[in-house]
Antibody
Framework: EVQLVESGGGLVKPGGSLRLSCAAS????????MNWVRQAPGKGLEWVSS???????YYADSVKGRFTISRDNAKNSLYLQMNSLRAEDTAVYYC???????????WGQGTLVTVSS | DIQMTQSPSSLSASVGDRVTISCRAS??????LNWYQQKPGKAPRLLIY???SLQSGVPSRFSGSASGTDFTLTISSLQPEDFATYYC?????????FGQGTKVEIK
């Protein structure tokens, strides 16, 4: 059974940093592209970043230069280092596995990041 | 960036109704269109990928279709567990973009 479990969310002041983790199990992690998607309170879904199985990396313009995605295939883990956080980064952050046609076929339960003074 | 426009933004329907949700892409995305269902406080769930392929485990009352840059999600007979918000998403290019969502409420 595929499982994705995020951790690392919390309350942080504007300008601060946070590192999110996503522990994966139930599939061959190293073979799949992985993504971060966020959802601000009461809002829709926003794609944040993706990392391919070959470690090609992409970011949304809204986080480029501030966020860094990475993966550790030996630990079956995905990470999102978030620096220079802003109030508008407040959201639930989901990690998601890519499946057929680059759809997001499995999602974690999400971790809440709140940026506030 | 490719813009995804969903309509309607919300709808009210009764159990047993046939429901259709539309999604239009601002440019060609071939068949790289996916549909997700999200219930309050839960993660999204993939329903349909590649415009019309049913994800494993998803009931057959859900179906997807495409015509050019217009895509449709159809629920043939709405069930109580289907009241949720539905999102389309293009996976044709980066950045991946989602529609704004369609909330399906009980009439």
């Amino acid at each position: 059974e595929v499982q994705l479990v995020e951790s690392g969310g919390g309350l942080v002041k504007p300008g601060g940093s946070l590192r999110l983790s996503c522990a994966a199990s139930g599939f061959t992690f190293s073979s799949y592209n992985m993504n971060w998607v966020r959802q601000a309170p009461g809002k829709g879904l926003e794609w944040v970043s993706s990392i391919s199985s070959s470690s090609y990396i992409y970011y949304a313009d809204s986080v480029k230069g501030r966020f860094t995605i990475s993966r550790d295939n030996a630990k079956n883990s995905l990470y999102l280092q978030m620096n220079s956080l802003r109030a508008e980064d407040t959201a639930v952050y989901y990690c998601a596995k890519e499946g057929s046609s680059w759809s997001l076929d499995y999602w974690g339960q999400g971790t809440l990041v709140t940026v506030s003074s | 960036d490719i813009q995804m426009t969903q309509s309607p933004s919300s709808l009210s329907a009764s159990v047993g109704d046939r429901v259709t949700i539309s999604c239009r892409a601002s440019q060609s995305i071939s068949s790289y269109l996916n549909w997700y269902q999200q219930k309050p406080g839960k993660a999204p769930r993939l329903l349909i990928y590649a415009a019309s392929s049913l994800q494993s485990g998803v009931p057959s009352r859900f179906s997807g279709s495409a015509s050019g840059t217009d895509f449709t999600l159809t629920i043939s007979s709405l069930q109580p567990e289907d009241f949720a918000t539905y999102y389309c998403q293009q996976s044709y290019s980066i950045p991946r973009t989602f529609g704004q969502g369609t909330k399906v409420e009980i009439k």
